[in-house]
């Protein structure tokens, strides 16, 4: 029975191998961010940069890594007060690896990680306000990775950013980042 167990995962992995020759091993790229994130009567963003890399471990798999920072500043005309927030985060997980067979290829990724977030609020007639908070976070996101040359591919892609995913409201009010980068791939 052992026997047949192997020999059944050979035969069924062997086609899967053969299709992810023309995997490459290893991409790296840098682009910009845009985090769409929830407040109280409405939506603020948060422009920003990432920079990400990845390992194919598998033909259609690959371990990756983001690091990403997005900032706001908001200055009250009326008033003089400002603000100020910047949100970096570190994430390492799982995505799909590209293929030099298909020009466009769909991107599925599931990251955990840390986020640092701070904030300094700055009204009129009383010292700065400085806040800074870090926690635990996932990531889940889809996309498409399109090759525009032999070893250079664009990927444009959503991502869904629960903190604190053991509460239920992340669930229900993630943050949305949008993205594009520029990845070589090697």
């Excluded at 990400?52 to 920072?69: D, H, K, S």
């Excluded at 609020?121 to 990775?145: E, M």
Aim: glycine residues 10%; aromatic residues 14%; proline residues 5%.
């Amino acid at each position: 029975m052992k026997i047949l167990t192997i020999a059944a995962l050979l035969v069924l992995t062997a086609p899967i191998f053969a299709l992810g020759q023309d995997a490459p091993d290893f991409e790296i790229g840098a682009g910009y961010s845009l985090a769409f994130l929830r407040r109280d009567y409405d939506w603020a963003t948060y422009p920003g940069w990432r920079v990400e890399a990845a390992r194919r471990v598998a033909p259609y798999w690959a371990f990756a890594g983001i690091v990403q920072c997005n900032y706001y500043s908001l200055v009250d005309d009326r008033f003089g007060d400002s603000e100020s927030h910047r949100t970096y985060t570190f994430l390492a997980g799982v995505k799909t690896a590209a293929n030099r067979r298909r020009r466009v290829m769909p991107l599925f990724q599931a990251l955990a990680g840390v986020e640092h977030s701070s904030s300094t609020l700055r009204p009129i007639g009383v010292p700065p306000l400085d806040l800074s908070t870090n926690g635990f976070v996932v990531q889940g996101g889809t996309g498409v990775h399109v090759w525009v040359g032999s070893a250079v591919a664009l990927e444009v892609g959503l991502d869904a950013l629960m903190r604190g995913p053991w509460y239920g409201t992340s669930w229900l009010y993630p943050e949305w980042r949008a993205g594009v980068s520029v990845v070589y791939v090697r």
